[in-house]
């Protein structure tokens, strides 16, 4: 449910990170509270995001959730697939269902951010 | 909070739920899709016992509540429902109701979040008026309902009942027996499907929902019931209905009959029709996937009351409440997170009775 691999927000999102590129999306947790995802508000690409800032937007049936920037850097690339198919992310949030890629800007922030152990503890204290 | 007499059968299946005016109700049971497409293909079971059901009876009680509500309570039969409103002397809306004519009285369905609200009114109005021979009961925490809705929901239930469901019409209802329980069935409900609403004692709920469950009956959530009384362009108390707004505004201005002698609002709807209208509910259907939401603002002149994405359309809809000098314009601008975006003025309801399910229907297929 959580990969080892994965360092996680407090928002409930995730980065895979390799090298200096991070991609992004939400967590499994994230995507079964949301529900039926039905619209991702991407991010454009060649922005300059900010680490805990608002990136975009995930709709799902019933509610709004805005996406907070795991780490600062720039995007480098989008899910478009998930323009056609956003419910991509509940059947595959940690593969097919990323959102978005950025090119870290200061590695540094990584230390911000939780380990799977780190982030299920979170979840079993709410 | 309030707790239905199913909340504990709710979380042990798992149930996502919210608290919802005060009430725990589940918001989902697996997803609001799937659940969705459960009632507009098969049927599917939900928990309503958060509405208020109150029974008014008394020899002067038709006279009361034709004084006190919209619509014309002397045109009913016996057993038969009608939607109706009742309405403050501004002739805003304080509430959208059912009311029944039944054995020496009548019921009066309510929604949940204005039941103490109806209630208090409505003594009030006995006093005003001096009306002695009227007795209002309360039903809350004694009887409430469990609505069965979509095109099977009667050959599902009558395994179960007593009474012929074939002879029990549209906005009729029936004295009956759910497996040696007594209940009354009204054929009534609020997704734009055949269905019913079953009014049972709070201690047989539970016998109930289970004998429905076994039928295969997927359990639904509020979730599951907005979306689809968005798209039969049902107005919801709370976002389309409210004591801001006059029942001339909304497409179910019907139920206001100004050619009754006297009811509370008459005066004040008779002037606002004579100095013309200002405001009118439309549908709007979304030419992207972005969703216009509840107080989203339309540029031109205007609000959303409700939204959601359409199963049956495949495209996001909405309700909204424009300015009357707008009612010509075919697209409106709505401002969602600080961009504009373009939706087509359409006509109500969104979705119609048919075989062909649903624009997202296959997409959900190829995903599950």
């Known amino acids: 449910m959580y990969p080892s691999d994965l360092k996680y927000t407090r928002e409930h999102e995730w980065a895979r990170i390799e090298g200096d590129i991070a991609t992004v999306g939400i967590t499994n947790y994230a995507q079964e509270e949301l529900g039926d995802i039905v619209y991702v508000d991407l991010p454009k690409e060649d922005v300059d995001i900010h680490q805990m800032n608002e990136f975009g937007v995930v709709e799902s049936v019933k509610t709004v959730s805005q996406l907070y920037a795991p780490l600062s850097g720039k995007i ?45 503890h979170q979840l079993e204290g709410m | 909070m309030n707790k239905t007499p199913l909340n504990e059968l709710h979380k042990q299946l798992n149930a996502k739920m919210v608290d919802f005016y005060g009430w725990e109700l589940p918001v989902r049971f697996t997803t609001i899709i799937d659940e969705y497409f459960a009632v507009r293909k098969k049927a599917g079971i939900f928990d309503v016992f958060h509405m208020g059901i109150f029974f008014i009876r008394g020899e002067k009680s038709e006279k009361f509540l034709d004084y006190i509500t919209a619509n014309d309570v002397g045109k009913l039969n016996q057993n038969q429902v009608q939607y109706s409103m009742i309405l403050n002397n501004s002739g805003k809306i304080l509430d959208d109701i059912l009311i029944t004519k039944y054995r020496d009285g009548f019921y009066m369905v309510v929604n949940g979040i204005n039941v103490s609200k109806i209630e208090k009114w409505l003594n009030e109005k006995k006093i005003e008026l001096k009306i002695n021979d009227v007795y209002i009961e309360n039903f809350l925490g004694w009887k409430g309902i469990i609505a069965i809705q979509g095109r099977f929901s009667a050959d599902i239930l009558q395994k179960h009942v007593s009474i012929n469901l074939n002879h029990l019409r549209r906005f009729y209802v029936m004295d009956s027996q759910f497996d040696e ?125 409700s939204g959601t994405l359409s199963p049956f359309l495949g495209e996001p809809i909405a309700l909204a409440f424009i300015d009357k000098g707008l009612t010509k314009l075919k697209k409106l601008t709505v401002i969602i997170r600080d961009e504009e975006h373009s939706f087509d003025v359409v006509e109500l309801p969104f ?4 075989d062909n399910f649903g624009a997202l229907e296959s997409k959900v297929k190829i995903l599950r």
């Open chain 2, 351 to 354: 979705y119609k009775k048919t």
């Open chain 2, 181 to 305: 329980k007594k209940v009354v069935i009204s054929r009534t409900g609020y997704t734009g499907e055949d269905g019913f609403e079953i009014i049972a004692e709070r201690e047989d709920a539970v016998k109930i929902w289970e004998a429905l469950l076994k039928e295969g009956v997927k359990p639904c959530g509020l979730g599951a019931r907005d979306i689809l009384r968005l798209e039969a362009a049902f107005p919801l108390y709370g976002n389309e209905l409210s004591e801001d707004v006059s029942p001339l505004w909304t497409n179910v201005s019907w139920v206001v009959k100004l050619n009754k002698k006297s009811f509370i609002g008459r005066e004040a709807l008779l002037n606002e029709q004579n100095e013309g209208i200002k405001k009118k509910l439309i549908g709007l259907k979304g030419m992207e996937k972005v969703i216009a939401r509840k107080g989203h603002k339309i540029k031109e002149g205007g609000i959303i009351t």
């Open chain 1, 76 to 120: 480098i690339e989008t899910n478009k697939k998930l323009s056609e198919n956003a419910a991509l992310i509940n059947n595959s949030p940690y593969e097919d269902g990323w959102i978005a890629k950025i090119r870290i800007k200061d590695k540094s922030e990584i230390d911000e951010l939780m380990t799977a152990d780190e982030y299920r």
